[in-house]
């Protein structure tokens, strides 16, 4: 085994606002494991709220880099429990290798992921567009310059039913809202009910992500499917949202990849719950991972490449929200070399 890596901070095509702040650029790091001559692709994109950098990823390598290489490799399971144990503090840089392994293993087997998993791409869901927090002006004209059958609308902040109301004048798109834990319990008990006349179906991360008592009292009087995302990071928290939430979103990178998502989907579903798996504003690279668990799901939100003005590799396409499959075995990327 043998790796190299690269970081890029990638322009979005516009600024991406959400309650805990802004960005311009995306930073990420992408990996490449070289496995007899097989090479295989993984992404973990920096975010700033969980403390793990570019920089603190590259270290991690460099501190490591022998052991990474020195594994046996067989099956991508095993390689992440190696690495788990490895980076036991830095699930994003696992999740980067894990995504790679699984990338190999389908080329070994020269199938993608899904065919590997047996699962049934006609059933993946239509991915969402993100419309990042802006003035309603430039809200409604990203959305006019994107039309889009499923809408992510980022709330969380004063006005914020203003926004929504704006942007439904001109869409009957579906519209999905997340708070990014911007609001109090009181809060989400007065917009609730006002954003299921806006035609909103379901609203994520409502509260902060600790607020467990605020969340048990919203679960048993929302009137809207409530979905986890920052009280939803490793596998423990599945249990947690239990009766808490409606259903959990997924975020490859927090939870470490790949392999424990899938344990993750599978948990989930045994509680019936409702799951999502979003993006963190991954190229097409990461974007291919999500992909692959495409069909296991109830929702996706994959329009990291959708958003940046500049993407690393090709993997599938989007027609009007539904995912389009290459041929290519493993996660299905072309064109990315490091």
């Known amino acids: 085994m043998k790796l190299t890596y690269k970081t890029y901070n990638l322009p979005f095509h516009h600024p991406f606002t959400i309650s805990k702040g802004t960005k311009t650029h995306q930073p990420t790091l992408i990996v490449q494991l070289d496995f007899m001559g097989i090479k295989g692709y993984g992404e973990a994109p920096a975010i700033s709220y969980y403390n793990i950098p570019v920089e603190k990823m590259v270290e991690d390598i460099e501190r490591?880099?022998?052991?990474?290489?020195?594994?046996?490799?067989?099956?991508?399971?095993?390689?992440?429990?190696?690495?788990?144990?490895?980076?036991?503090?830095?699930?994003?840089?696992?999740?980067?290798?894990?995504?790679?392994?699984?990338?190999?293993?389908?080329?070994?087997?020269?199938?993608?992921?899904?065919?590997?998993?047996?699962?049934?791409?006609?059933?993946?869901?239509?991915?969402?567009?993100?419309?990042?927090?802006?003035?309603?002006?430039?809200?409604?004209?990203?959305?006019?310059?994107?039309?889009?059958?499923?809408?992510k609308i980022k709330t969380g902040v004063d006005g914020d039913l203003e926004m929504v109301a704006a942007l439904r004048k001109h869409t009957d798109a579906i519209f999905r809202v997340d708070a990014n834990a911007g609001w109090t319990l009181e809060q989400a008990l007065q917009k609730i009910p006002v954003l299921k006349e806006l035609?909103?179906?379901?609203?994520?991360?409502?509260?902060?992500?600790?607020?467990?008592?605020?969340?048990?009292?919203?679960?048993?009087?929302?009137?809207?499917?409530?979905?986890?995302?920052?009280?939803?990071?490793?596998?423990?928290?599945?249990?947690?949202?239990?009766?808490?939430?409606?259903?959990?979103?997924?975020?490859?990178?927090?939870?470490?990849?790949?392999?424990?998502?899938?344990?993750?989907?599978?948990?989930?579903?045994?509680?019936?719950?409702?799951?999502?798996?979003?993006?963190?504003?991954?190229?097409?690279?990461?974007?291919?991972?999500?992909?692959?668990?495409?069909?296991?799901?109830?929702?996706?939100d994959m329009d990291g490449p959708l958003l940046l003005a500049e993407d690393i590799g090709e993997s599938v396409k989007f027609d009007f929200g539904k995912i389009i499959y290459n041929q290519l075995p493993g996660l299905g990327i072309n064109n990315l070399s490091l």
Request: hydrophobic fraction near 45%; proline fraction near 5%; charge should be negative.
């Open 199 to 300: 035609g909103v179906e379901l609203v994520e991360q409502p509260l902060a992500k600790d607020d467990w008592d605020g969340m048990k009292v919203l679960f048993e009087k929302s009137a809207l499917p409530l979905i986890a995302d920052e009280s939803c990071v490793a596998e423990t928290d599945v249990d947690k949202c239990f009766n808490h939430f409606h259903g959990i979103n997924i975020k490859l990178t927090k939870c470490s990849g790949i392999t424990p998502a899938r344990r993750m989907i599978t948990k989930a579903k045994e509680l019936g719950m409702q799951v999502m798996v979003g993006c963190m504003n991954e190229s097409s690279v990461g974007t291919a991972a999500i992909a692959q668990l495409a069909p296991m799901l109830d929702y996706v």
């Open 64 to 151: 490591k880099k022998i052991f990474i290489e020195k594994f046996a490799f067989s099956d991508p399971e095993r390689y992440w429990h190696y690495l788990h144990h490895l980076f036991p503090n830095n699930s994003f840089l696992v999740c980067a290798l894990d995504m790679a392994g699984w990338d190999i293993y389908g080329k070994l087997k020269r199938k993608q992921l899904h065919e590997l998993w047996q699962l049934d791409i006609a059933k993946a869901p239509l991915t969402d567009f993100t419309i990042a927090i802006d003035s309603i002006e430039t809200m409604v004209a990203k959305m006019k310059e994107k039309p889009w059958p499923v809408y």
